[in-house]
T-cell receptor, first 118, second 115 residues
Framework: EADIYQTPRYLVIGTGKKITLECSQTMGHDKMYWYQQDPGMELHLIHYSYGVNSTEKGDLSSESTVSRIRTEHFPLTLESARPSHTSQYLC?????????????????FGPGTRLTVL | AQKVTQAQTEISVVEKEDVTLDCVYETRDTTYYLFWYKQPPSGELVFLIRRNSFDEQNEISGRYSWNFQKSTSSFNFTITASQVVDSAVYFCALSRGGGSEKLVFGKGTKLTVNP
């Protein structure tokens, strides 16, 4: 099981503010992900990274950006928050598949950040 | 394209009842992986089980059991003798094999277990 941390857990801010949601994991996992979960519960992948200096956009278009400078850290930034960004943001990580191995690695999730933009 | 359907949006049961959460998936891959996650009111997603497409054996873990049937593209989850602590949103998810670990989630089923 992964130890994965997200801060803050709850954030209420005004429109136009720049915010960074932190995500870190202590398991040395190569792969990390950001999901956005709308009030209707559906989860959407917005960013992912397969390692340091690797970032990709997910299936749902997002105005946020991410960086992966260190293996354990995968922050998400919103340059100018808007009410439409109000959502829960979940970070996940999974280990690298062993060389020659098969299978998909399980994603382990952090506790989430509940963001409200007024 | 991959798709996961959880037709039951909400289920409400009384404690000690058995309850089955349905999951139907669509994929053209021959190798794929199925998952169940639990999301309690606190918000985190808790991993419950992973199944690969070549393993159709049912699995039991305490009060939890999973029934994987490729013939009907289903991966159903049963909780026996439900408890109030089982109240949560449960997500079924699918990923393709061969190197892509992107998960496609169903919309979730909210289970409420009443005392």
């Amino acid at each position: 099981e992964a130890d994965i941390y997200q801060t803050p857990r709850y954030l209420v801010i005004g429109t136009g503010k720049k915010i960074t949601l932190e995500c870190s994991q202590t398991m040395g996992h190569d792969k990390m992900y950001w999901y956005q979960q709308d009030p209707g519960m559906e989860l959407h992948l917005i960013h992912y990274s397969y390692g340091v200096n690797s970032t990709e956009k997910g299936d749902l278009s997002s105005e946020s950006t991410v960086s992966r400078i260190r293996t354990e850290h995968f922050p998400l930034t919103l340059e100018s928050a808007r009410p439409s960004h109000t959502s829960q943001y979940l970070c996940a990580s999974s280990p690298r598949r062993l060389a020659g191995g098969v299978g998909t690695d399980t994603q382990y999730f952090g506790p989430g950040t509940r963001l409200t933009v007024l | 394209a991959q798709k996961v359907t959880q037709a039951q949006t909400e289920i409400s049961v009384v404690e000690k009842e058995d309850v089955t959460l349905d999951c139907v998936y669509e994929t053209r891959d021959t190798t794929y992986y199925l998952f169940w996650y639990k999301q309690p009111p606190s918000g985190e997603l808790v991993f419950l089980i992973r199944r690969n497409s070549f393993d159709e054996q049912n699995e039991i873990s305490g009060r939890y059991s999973w029934n994987f049937q490729k013939s009907t593209s289903s991966f159903n989850f049963t909780i026996t003798a439900s408890q109030v602590v089982d109240s949560a949103v449960y997500f079924c998810a699918l990923s393709r094999g061969g190197g892509s670990e992107k998960l496609v989630f169903g919309k979730g089923t909210k289970l409420t277990v009443n005392p």
